[in-house]
């Protein structure tokens, strides 16, 4: 079993969405776990950890804002990119709010056509 001492790194790639510092980065999900358990004890903060899709990592983010999501494998965006799938509605709509919230760009949710969960469009149909 690991020593699961945390030491507390600080990303060079990621930074807070509103404190635009650095986040803390962690090698394992069970270090992250132990963060956030602190952090809630002693602070007061509700916290969960997630892996990061760009640097590899575990980061904390509040709990409010946790939407998990994968790459769908059919749909992609106009940019070409492959396009992220919610498992719910629900998180779909969170994610959408909390984008609008920070970048200001209203995005609808719909249902993926292969049945593979939920995506944002910046599209409007009538």
């Given amino acids: 079993m690991r020593n699961l001492r945390c030491i507390n790194m600080k990303s060079e790639t ?3 969405k509103r404190s635009r510092q650095p986040l803390s980065q ?6 992250a776990q132990n963060a956030a358990e602190y952090l809630k004890k002693n602070y007061h903060q509700d916290l969960a950890p997630y892996e990061c ?3 590899g ?3 904390l983010s509040p709990k409010t804002r ?3 999501s994968k790459k769908c494998t059919r749909c992609t965006a106009g940019d070409g990119t492959y396009k992220e799938t919610y498992r719910t509605k ?3 709509n969170t994610r959408a709010n909390i984008i609008s919230g920070e970048q200001g760009v209203d ?3 719909y249902k993926c056509r292969y049945g593979d ?4 469009t910046k599209q409007f149909w009538c």
């Fill in 14 to 16: 990621c930074f807070g």
């Fill in 57 to 59: 990592f575990w980061h």
């Fill in 90 to 92: 629900k998180e779909a």
């Fill in 107 to 109: 995005l609808k949710v």
């Fill in 26 to 31: 962690y090698f394992y999900e069970d270090e």
């Fill in 53 to 55: 899709n760009k640097c």
């Fill in 66 to 68: 946790i939407t998990p």
């Fill in 117 to 120: 969960g939920w995506h944002l």
